[in-house]
């Protein structure tokens, strides 16, 4: 089965604090892409990361961060010192080679309070 | 990256009319996808839109309500048909850059209210 799992459904936290979302999927091919979207109240998507799974290095990107596990299945991000402008819903997606087809996480609603 | 606008952005439709969708992109893509999102939900697959050939509908989709057209590279329409509240919905197109990636870019939405 190929699947994509948001636990999280909404994480509020306080500005300035750290936050992790959480992702873990399922494929059965070897070669595949993970991504991370975020989706702002505005609605538009707005493209963060793509991750080869051969490429199992972590990612930092000015406050974000992403942590690839394979072992796991997990491909988590992790916003250091968030930003009320860092509210958002956020998707994780996986890209089977196999097909090419997006295969979307549910979401998890990221609150930050001033 | 590419830069895709959809319209319209928003509108307000009744009961059994149909809406028609457009996106276009500043450069030419091969490959052109449309999903809907609900209220609250994640993104789901309508369809892919080919250039010059009938769209490649998903499970549970069908041509007769989710007509596409792809007349070139740079441009495609959808139209939601016979619309129900149930259509309700965030409409968007996403094109793909480079063949293969998956990584895909979207357009702002089309928000879709269904009285």
């Known amino acids: 089965a190929q699947k994509v799992t948001q636990a999280q459904t909404e994480i509020s936290v306080v500005e300035k604090e750290d936050v992790t979302l959480d992702c873990v999927y399922e494929?059965?091919?070897?070669?595949?892409?993970l991504f991370w979207y975020k989706q702002p109240p505005s609605g538009e998507l707005v493209f963060l990361i793509r991750?080869?799974?051969?490429d199992e290095q972590n990612e930092i990107s000015g406050r974000y961060s992403w942590n690839f596990q394979k072992s796991t299945s997990s491909f988590n991000f992790t916003i250091t010192a968030s930003q009320v402008v860092d509210s958002a819903v956020y998707f994780c997606?996986?890209?089977?080679?196999?097909?090419?087809?997006?295969?979307w996480g549910a979401g998890t609603k990221l609150i930050i309070k001033p | 990256s590419a830069v895709i606008s959809q319209k319209p952005s928003r509108d307000i439709c009744q009961r059994g009319t149909s809406l028609t969708i457009q996106c276009q992109v500043d450069?030419?893509?091969?490959?052109m996808f449309w999903y809907r999102q609900q209220p609250g939900q994640s993104l789901t697959l309508i369809a892919t839109?080919?250039?010059?050939?009938?769209?490649?509908?998903e499970s549970g989709f069908v041509i007769d309500k989710f007509p596409i057209s792809r007349p070139n590279l740079t441009f495609s329409t959808l139209t939601v048909s016979n619309m129900s509240p149930e259509d309700s919905s965030i409409y968007l197109c996403s094109v793909e850059i480079a063949r293969g990636t998956g990584e895909l870019f979207f357009g702002e939405g089309s928000r879709l209210t269904v009285l």
């Open positions: 991750r080869n799974s051969f």
């Open positions: 450069s030419q893509v091969t490959m």
């Open positions: 494929t059965r091919d070897t070669t595949y892409y």
């Open positions: 839109a080919n250039q010059g050939s009938e769209a490649t509908y």
């Open positions: 997606a996986l890209s089977p080679r196999s097909n090419y087809q997006l295969i």
